[in-house]
């Protein structure tokens, strides 16, 4: 008998966290294009110089979208770099403003959520399923049961996501105030 390698995995241990990420970034992005006056305010709030801040406010958005693009399409390898450089950019943004004291809302999309270590700590576990939509998925077929495993596993994710950051909200006041 062989021994597994994880040259190649179960298709749905890849396509789960693919198409979980592909969601959150679809969510962060259109969320920020569609607020986008708020979004220019959370990167004034995360002290992006003025030069930038017109790129980063609609190309922000745009990359999180082509990396929900990405993670589902034949280029998921390519998709999952992106996920994990964002998060990895995004962790270290709010990192640097909590170890400077600054109260700031996350400005992931959506709700004010505060930063918080917990966030940081999100952000590398989500740099995690990155990782395992970037692994190669073994030469099976996804069948119609498959396809439906994944779409209840992105709806599960999606509330206990909703449920997680629910929990954080209820942690702080949701008034955002910046130490000078």
């Not at 693919?18 to 990167?43: E, I, R, V």
Request: charged share 15%; glycine share 8%.
């Amino acid at each position: 008998m062989a021994t597994p390698t994880l040259d190649a995995v179960d298709p749905l241990l890849v396509w789960i966290p693919a198409a979980w990420l592909a969601a959150l970034f679809a969510h962060a992005g259109l969320s920020k294009l569609l607020d986008s006056p708020m979004f220019l305010q959370h990167l004034g709030a995360y002290r992006v110089p003025d030069r930038a801040l017109g790129l980063l406010q609609h190309g922000l958005p745009l990359a999180e979208l082509a990396v929900a693009a990405l993670l589902l399409s034949p280029w998921r390898s390519l998709g999952s770099l992106g996920a994990a450089g964002l998060l990895a950019t995004y962790a270290a943004a709010m990192a640097t403003h909590l170890r400077a004291g600054r109260r700031l809302d996350c400005g992931c999309g959506g709700e004010p959520l505060p930063l918080s270590w917990a966030l940081v700590g999100r952000n590398l576990g989500l740099m995690a399923l990155a990782v395992a939509a970037s692994l190669t998925p073994a030469d099976r077929t996804m069948t119609l049961a498959d396809h439906a495993v994944t779409a209840a596993a992105v709806l599960l994710g999606s509330l206990l996501w909703a449920a997680f950051h629910q929990v954080l909200r209820q942690q702080r006041p949701t008034r955002f105030v910046e130490k000078h």
